[in-house]
């Protein structure tokens, strides 16, 4: 079964963020638990004087299951909003742990900066280079289709053959 990473991106919403539950909600729309523990390693995070070790205390502290933490934790950690130190970085002496991305906000500006570009480049033999990124994309979905049909199954008798 694969995992929804659905989030609510919505201008409006997005223009209405004042908190971590307002982004909380964004990211986990309609899972109050991972809103909640969202919330939780985002405080944790923010207020911690160090790298944080270990995320396994909120579990605990403020009674979230620990699938629930390391679902919301691995989302976390995949949209960049927070990274894992290794204790083999000599920037921080040898710890590890979890501390707060300070490449998140940049991403994001990088990327609005990047789609607005890409929305108002009109420019001559554009629609021509889209079409065939479009057909780039489109040929490996092909591809894996033919794969997936079946030969016509052979009766009993043998009669494929024939």
Known sequence: MTESTKMDF???RVSEVEDAGDLA???FPGNR???HATVCILFELKWAT???PSLSPLEARHGISR???QRTRAKLAR???VVHVSSLNARYGGQSGWKLSSRFA???RQLAGKVEHWAENKGPGRQEKEELTLEAIRLPRSLTKRRQTRPPSVSAEGDAFA
Request: charged share 20%; aromatic share 0%; hydrophobic share 45%.
């Open 50 to 52: 160090a790298i944080v």
């Open 79 to 81: 949209l960049g909003l």
């Open 67 to 69: 699938r629930t933490l």
């Open 33 to 35: 638990n991972q809103q």
């Open 106 to 108: 940049s991403s994001l």
């Open 25 to 27: 909600e964004i990211l």
């Open 10 to 12: 919505r201008c409006r």
